[in-house]
Each structure stands twice: as structure tokens, then as C-alpha cells.
């Protein structure tokens, strides 16, 4: 089982903990493809929730996973600066059909100032007790979360001043 490679259109698969698809974002331009790391773009895409209903991005996206961290993060640019959103998740897999990940609900949006709030964490209670996660999926995810308000505070990885921006330009050469 291959990677995915510059260029190539994936989709994205969003679960959640029990199992159940949660989001379906439909095509995405893979930037970088390594076991570790999978960069993608997309503009305007189709998503599809779990129930059906569909709705369509509005702005260009940027999409960080990472196969050892338990987040990943959408740098959405805007007319006023890149927004990020960050999903508090478990580390992607591929498989060939799609790009997958669970969420876990704990979001993080960081506005262009890199000033951040802190999402969903009556919802992530919810789901906890109602799909039992385990108390170590509990810690991981804590500790994640910590790791990644640290990244933002210090500008590491996508929160680096250049770094959605030179990925952008990069997505570029591919939808011309």
C-alpha cells in the first residue's frame, strides 16, 4: 500500500469513535504525501455529512495531518489572513480510498492574530461518556491538545509565518 503522491486527488474520511462516518470532504490535491505527513489543498470542495446534507467550502484550504500527532490543521485563507482550524483527532491513516482519521471532537480556532479559542469541549464531554472512550484516549488527547496550543504560541509547523502561504502557492500549480 502506497502513499499518496504530489498531485494526486484524495478524499478526506472524518469518523467518529464508535466507528460512524462523521464528514466527507470530496476531493483534496495531495501537496505532500510521506508515511509520516500528508499536506493537501483544496478550494470550494464538496462536504458531505453524516447525514447526508452537503455543503461546500468557501475559501482555499491548506490541511496538515500528521501520522504520530493526535490534531490536524485546516489554514483557511481569507481576505483578511489565515484562519486555522484544528481538530483535536487520532493521527490519519491511508488505505488507499481515502485519507481517515477519527475526530474527537475538541476544536481549536486560531484567528489570523494567532489569538485562539478553544471549541466543543461540552460536546467532547458528550461523546466521552456516550461512546466511552477509554481514560488513556482521554489523556492522549489532553496532552495533544496541550502540545497543540503550544505549536501555536510558538508559530511552529503550519502556524509558521510562511507556511500556508508557500503551500498555497504550491497548490496553485496544480488547479491552473
Given at each position: 500500500?502506497?502513499?499518496?503522491?504530489?498531485?494526486?486527488?484524495?478524499?478526506?474520511?472524518?469518523y467518529?469513535?464508535?466507528?460512524?462516518?462523521?464528514?466527507?470532504?470530496?476531493?483534496?490535491?495531495?501537496?505532500?504525501?510521506?508515511?509520516?505527513?500528508?499536506?493537501?489543498?483544496?478550494?470550494?470542495?464538496?462536504?458531505?455529512e453524516?447525514?447526508?446534507?452537503?455543503?461546500?467550502?468557501?475559501?482555499?484550504?491548506?490541511?496538515?495531518?500528521?501520522?504520530?500527532h493526535?490534531?490536524?490543521?485546516?489554514?483557511?485563507?481569507?481576505?483578511?489572513?489565515?484562519?486555522?482550524?484544528?481538530?483535536?483527532?487520532?493521527?490519519?491513516?491511508?488505505?488507499?480510498?481515502?485519507?481517515?482519521?477519527?475526530?474527537?471532537?475538541?476544536?481549536?480556532?486560531?484567528?489570523?492574530?494567532m489569538?485562539?479559542?478553544?471549541?466543543?469541549?461540552?460536546?467532547?464531554?458528550?461523546?466521552?461518556?456516550?461512546?466511552?472512550?477509554?481514560?488513556?484516549?482521554?489523556?492522549?488527547?489532553?496532552?495533544?491538545?496541550?502540545?497543540?496550543?503550544?505549536?501555536?504560541?510558538?508559530?511552529?509547523?503550519?502556524?509558521?509565518?510562511?507556511?500556508?502561504?508557500?503551500?498555497?502557492?504550491?497548490?496553485?500549480?496544480?488547479?491552473?
Open positions: 500500500m502506497g502513499f499518496p503522491r504530489e498531485g494526486d486527488k484524495i478524499q478526506i474520511h472524518s467518529k469513535h464508535n466507528g460512524y462516518i462523521h464528514r466527507v470532504w470530496e476531493e483534496s490535491t495531495v501537496l505532500k504525501g510521506s508515511q509520516h505527513c500528508i499536506i493537501g489543498g483544496n478550494d470550494r470542495t464538496i462536504v458531505t453524516s447525514d447526508g446534507r452537503t455543503w461546500v467550502t468557501r475559501e482555499p484550504a491548506i490541511c496538515y495531518f500528521h501520522a504520530r493526535w490534531f490536524n490543521i485546516i489554514g483557511m485563507l481569507r481576505e483578511d489572513g489565515v484562519y486555522y482550524y484544528c481538530n483535536i483527532s487520532s493521527p490519519f491513516v491511508w488505505d488507499d480510498e481515502a485519507l481517515k482519521y477519527i475526530d474527537y471532537d475538541l476544536d481549536v480556532k486560531v484567528y489570523p492574530d489569538t485562539f479559542t478553544i471549541l466543543d469541549e461540552d460536546e467532547y464531554e458528550l461523546h466521552s461518556k456516550m461512546m466511552n472512550y477509554p481514560e488513556v484516549i482521554d489523556l492522549i488527547l489532553r496532552k495533544n491538545l496541550d502540545t497543540l496550543l503550544r505549536w501555536i504560541r510558538q508559530k511552529k509547523g503550519p502556524f509558521a509565518p510562511e507556511f500556508i502561504d508557500e503551500w498555497y502557492e504550491r497548490y496553485l500549480t496544480y488547479v491552473k
